[in-house]
């Protein structure tokens, strides 16, 4: 009944570390062609290594999210490379945390840029691709926090929210043979939370790491949406730590 992951071209941007270096590596190990995105491309290069070393395929491409061109050249890459392009999972994220009083629009700008004009480019990358071929998956990491906002992660949180908004309209506007899935993580071990700086966010932000579920979690949530068969269309999955409230 499963359909095979084994041969499907896989896209993972934020590939370097955390949620998105635990797809890679699970979907390369069931044998699917994975093309690992980040900035960090030293990193990329390990693991890719690694997945060879194993018997899986994969390559490692540098890209900044909040550059489009960027974008359309990781998902080129691919398609040079494979032919073709089957799942495109837009999981490169950034959080920082502070009231909004702290007025870090800085701040605010890059999550802005990463988490949501990222999404968007890798939609706009992908989605012709999709067409062309007529079929495809894209994948969007939202989380917990795409669900309910809290004080600290206003602009975080709002990104979220709009990460599962976009991918909703996706879901009504493309047609029956490209699947749209919202993966929203609950506390995951990661580097995320190293990005924190705000001292009351820090000390809230490391109550929760202490639930932590490791990535591997989540990466098995993607890998039960991507191994569905074509016609079953898994729209969200929700995993979080038990105890997570
Ligand atoms: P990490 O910080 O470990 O990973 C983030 C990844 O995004 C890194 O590979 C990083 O690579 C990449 N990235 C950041 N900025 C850019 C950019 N401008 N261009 C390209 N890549 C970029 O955190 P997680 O694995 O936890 O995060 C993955 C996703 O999961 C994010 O969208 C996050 O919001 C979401 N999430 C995480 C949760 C958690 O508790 N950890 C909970 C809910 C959602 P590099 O620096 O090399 O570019």
Redesign the pocket.
């Known amino acids: 009944w499963e359909s095979k992951v084994e041969g499907k071209v896989v896209v993972v ?9 635990a797809v890679a590596r699970l979907l390369a190990a069931q044998g699917a062609r994975v093309v690992l ?4 491309v030293d ?1 990329l290069e390990t693991i890719v290594r690694e997945i060879a070393a194993a018997g899986g395929q994969a390559l490692a491409h540098a ?4 550059k489009r061109e960027e974008v359309q050249a990781l998902v080129a890459a691919a398609v040079d490379q494979f032919g073709r392009i089957d799942v495109m999972i837009n ?5 920082f945390l502070s009231p909004l009083a702290a007025d870090a629009v800085d701040d605010w700008d890059r999550m802005i ?3 949501i004009k ?1 999404v968007l480019y890798g939609v706009s990358a992908a989605l012709p691709r999709f067409l062309a071929q007529g079929s495809g998956h894209l994948i969007n ?5 795409g669900h309910a906002s809290f004080a600290g992660a206003g602009v975080y949180c709002g990104t ?1 929210f709009a990460v599962r908004a976009i991918s909703e309209a996706f879901r009504q506007e493309v047609g029956p043979n490209i699947r749209s899935t919202i993966i ?12 924190v700086t705000d001292p009351g966010m820090i000390a809230m932000m490391d109550q929760l790491m202490a639930i ?1 579920i490791p ?1 591997e979690a989540v990466a098995q949530a993607v890998l039960y949406a991507v191994r569905q068969p074509a016609a079953v269309d898994v729209n969200e999955i929700l995993v979080r730590p038990t105890g997570q409230t």
């Not at 941007?13 to 270096?21: D, F, L, N, R, V």
């Not at 999981?91 to 959080?95: I, P, Y």
Request: glycine residues 14%.
């Open positions: 941007t934020g590939a370097s570390s955390g949620i998105g270096e995105g980040a900035r960090r990193r890209v900044d999210v909040t999981n490169a994220g950034a959080m840029d990463v988490n990222g990491v939202s989380s917990v926090a979220k929203s993580p609950g506390a995951v071990q990661s580097e995320l939370a190293s990005h932590a990535a």
